[in-house]
């Protein structure tokens, strides 16, 4: 149980053009998501969490306007990366937060390239 | 802000080595500490935590132990596997800090025959 998955697995967008990420748990509900930057060789960076029903919460120097997250439903969490460019390249992963509130879920990651 | 620091990897080992990546943190309180494992082209998973000080998290036969005199904790196995070959992140959650995580960077172990 408590799976997460993540689509697409890997994308390449052309520079100015927007792309979306969907993040979904499967087999329960979340009410809280979370999505985190990936860099090669370091660690992950948490981007924004997500709420359903609510505006996502971002972390300090994330572009909220880029980085548009819409939490619709208990299993689905979206995140549009808007006007990419080739900085936004990376590898971006979700989890969501399980039923007893006390550990995360991670989905397996979407790998990023913008020309 | 809290912060954690792990050893660089790659680490190499042969199998039935004694496997320690060292992972210290910085945190006000008394953070939840977690290390979490990476096979290859899959999410991270869970694979131990310990929510106090001296609580000795295993899973897996890999244990870890929050030392708060120390700000330490740990990963140790006795003996590796092959299939043990994966990335490793040490992360803790503040206090308060709504299950926010913050990450280490990650230890890649490799394990041979």
């Known amino acids: 149980g408590a799976v997460v998955s993540q689509h697409p697995s890997w994308v390449i967008c052309k520079s100015g053009t927007s792309v979306k990420i969907e993040c979904r748990s499967l087999?329960?509900?979340?009410?809280?998501m979370f999505w985190y930057r990936q860099f090669p060789k370091q660690s992950l960076m948490l981007m924004a969490t997500?709420?359903?029903?609510?505006?996502?919460?971002?972390e300090q120097g994330v572009e909220k306007d880029k980085f548009l997250i819409n939490h619709a439903s208990l299993t689905l969490s979206t995140l549009t990366v808007t006007s990419a460019h080739p900085e936004d390249s990376s590898f971006y992963i979700c989890?969501?937060?399980?039923?007893?509130?006390?550990?995360?879920?991670f989905g397996p990651g979407t790998r990023l390239t913008v020309t | 802000g809290d912060s954690v620091t792990q050893m660089e990897g790659p680490v190499t080992l042969s199998e039935e080595a004694f496997l320690t990546i060292n992972c210290t943190y910085t945190?006000?309180?008394?953070?939840?500490l977690f290390w979490y494992v990476q096979y290859p082209g899959e999410g991270l998973q869970l694979l131990l935590k310990?929510?106090?000080?001296?609580d000795k998290g295993s899973n897996k036969g890999f244990e870890a132990t929050y030392r708060k005199e120390t700000t330490s904790f740990h990963l140790e196995k006795g003996s590796v596997q092959v299939s043990d070959s994966a990335v490793y992140f040490c992360?803790?959650?503040?206090?308060?800090?709504?299950?926010?995580?913050?990450f280490g960077t990650g230890t890649q172990l490799k394990v041979e025959l």
């Open positions: 989890s969501a937060l399980g039923l007893a509130g006390d550990e995360q879920y």
């Open positions: 087999d329960f509900q979340a009410t809280t």
């Open positions: 997500s709420n359903e029903g609510s505006k996502a919460t971002y």
């Open positions: 945190a006000t309180g008394y953070p939840s």
């Open positions: 310990a929510t106090k000080a001296d």
């Open positions: 992360a803790l959650s503040g206090e308060g800090g709504g299950n926010k995580l913050t």
